[in-house]
């Protein structure tokens, strides 16, 4: 019986991290002196506290408690051997997390942070291996948001926070969305303002001689590359399927199916639109000029990237649950926050481009 509990344990892990804590209320604390302080003590007693940021919601611990951090993986359900984020509040404390601050990380750390962006550099061994996965480096990021920034200043730890979803959902960018996914398995959310960006933050590794982005954000390839005086490659190229390692573990997709046009041809689009209905499907066409098609199911993407990127996930959560069939279109971007949403979209069709 016993080992049966285990093994079910092994493939549910957070649902045995629900009946452990059957009784656990979530606290839904406001941005005023005594939340904030409460937020704060609670991070350093190792208890898990999610937090606005500019980008997505997080879901924060101590990372300088081991079992908050292993915490974090098991609230989430999500595979231990994804490294996360450490998020700070104060430029200096890079100093206090990464053995080595290259010149190039010296110049994203004066010139970009805080920003929506995540470097990644070699650890000292005050970050343990749950943190890295195992990995001799370590993300760190400050944020933009100035309520991220107070909470995590009001913490006094570095903290690490992954986005605050349950694994295999969209990653929340409102308060709600975490209370959706994460009442009852975690300790406080603090309620603060809706994300501004909507999307995560860039990641770029500069552990090595050549910096390379990882994962697309809202810092683009070309802003990083000026800076540094030589070029920043993009390592997920959104319309490969080459296994790259930011492309190993799984990313969210809406759970009907989804294709990606790329051209914005509207006469292309009625006429899969109309096929899809043929085969008896209630499809809907997520683009950026609704008014292209009449008389058929439409939801807008947003006109100007920011809008799109703003709503993506948001937007993914009602149309999986209004329709059956999604046929997202967008014109590709080669800068900035267009390849993140490309990025984005491209995983949750499954690379099913039409
Ligand atoms: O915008 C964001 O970055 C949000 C908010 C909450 O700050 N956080 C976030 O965390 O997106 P998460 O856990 O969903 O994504 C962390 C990303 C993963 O792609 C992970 O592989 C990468 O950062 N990462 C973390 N540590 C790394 C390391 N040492 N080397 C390479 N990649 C790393
Ligand atoms: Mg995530």
Request: charged share 25%.
């Amino acid at each position: 019986m016993f080992t049966k509990i285990t093994s079910y344990d092994k493939i549910y892990p957070y649902d045995f991290w629900s009946r452990r804590h059957k009784n656990l209320k979530t606290r839904y604390l406001q941005f005023n002196k005594k939340d904030m302080a409460l937020a704060g003590e609670l991070i350093r007693r190792g208890e898990l506290v999610a937090f606005p940021t500019e980008t997505v919601y997080g879901l924060g611990a101590n990372a300088f408690d081991e079992q908050a951090v292993k915490n974090t993986y098991l609230a989430k359900g999500r595979p231990s051997d994804n490294p996360l984020i450490v998020h700070i509040w104060d430029k200096s404390q890079v100093f206090d997390i990464a053995r080595e601050v290259s010149q190039d990380a010296l110049k994203v750390i004066e010139n970009v942070m805080p920003a929506p962006i995540t470097i990644v550099l070699p650890k000292k061994d005050v970050i343990g291996d749950s943190i890295t996965a195992g990995l001799d480096t370590v993300a760190v990021r400050m944020p933009l948001s100035v309520q991220a920034r107070e909470f995590l200043h009001s913490a006094s730890v570095p903290v690490t926070a992954p986005s605050a979803n349950l694994s295999g959902r969209p990653s929340p960018t409102t308060w709600q969305r975490v209370a959706e996914d994460m009442d009852g398995r975690i300790s406080a959310v603090l309620c603060g303002d809706d994300c501004a960006v909507g999307i995560e933050s860039t990641v770029l590794d500069l552990s090595r001689d050549e910096p390379v982005i990882l994962r697309p954000g809202a810092v683009g390839a070309k802003q990083l590359s000026e800076l540094l005086g030589k070029q920043v490659k993009i390592l997920t190229d959104p319309n490969s399927k080459v296994n790259s390692p930011g492309v190993r573990y799984k990313h969210y997709a809406p759970n009907v199916p989804m294709v990606l046009d790329l051209s914005e041809d509207a006469t292309k689009l009625a006429e899969f639109y109309d096929a899809k209905v043929k085969e008896g499907y209630h499809p809907v066409l997520w683009v950026r000029f609704p008014e292209r098609f009449s008389g058929k199911n439409v939801y807008p993407m947003g006109t100007k990237i920011d809008d799109a990127a703003h709503g993506l996930y948001e937007h993914m959560r009602i149309l999986e649950r209004t329709y059956d069939f999604i046929i997202a279109s967008v014109c590709p971007s080669d800068e900035g926050l267009g390849v993140g949403v490309l990025d984005k979209l491209v995983r949750a069709s499954g690379h099913n481009l039409i």
